[in-house]
């Protein structure tokens, strides 16, 4: 796998699109469409990795399967 999974839904409680990174502990944005929230949370997604990176922290590598990638294999 080359890049982390990806979660957009739509939240009724913030009237927009959420997407998230389960594999970056606390990763997410928000958007008024699917395409805006994929787009800002590739934004958070970079600011994320780079903080780690700067912090000496470790980075996870990509592991996360959503359970329908689990089943089709």
């Given at each position: 796998?080359?890049?982390?999974?990806?979660?957009?839904?739509?939240?009724?409680?913030?009237?927009?699109?959420?997407?998230?990174?389960?594999?970056?502990?606390?990763?997410?944005?928000?958007g008024?469409?699917?395409?805006?929230?994929?787009?800002?949370?590739?934004?958070?997604?970079?600011?994320?990795?780079?903080?780690?990176?700067?912090?000496?922290?470790?980075?996870?590598?990509?592991?996360?399967?959503?359970?329908?990638?689990?089943m089709?294999?």
């Amino acid at each position: 796998m080359s890049d982390y999974h990806i979660n957009i839904f739509y939240s009724d409680e913030d009237g927009g699109y959420i997407a998230d990174i389960p594999d970056l502990d606390s990763c997410s944005a928000f958007g008024e469409t699917p395409e805006k929230a994929l787009a800002e949370v590739e934004q958070a997604k970079q600011a994320w990795l780079e903080a780690a990176r700067q912090a000496g922290k470790p980075v996870p590598p990509p592991r996360y399967r959503p359970v329908i990638y689990q089943m089709s294999r």
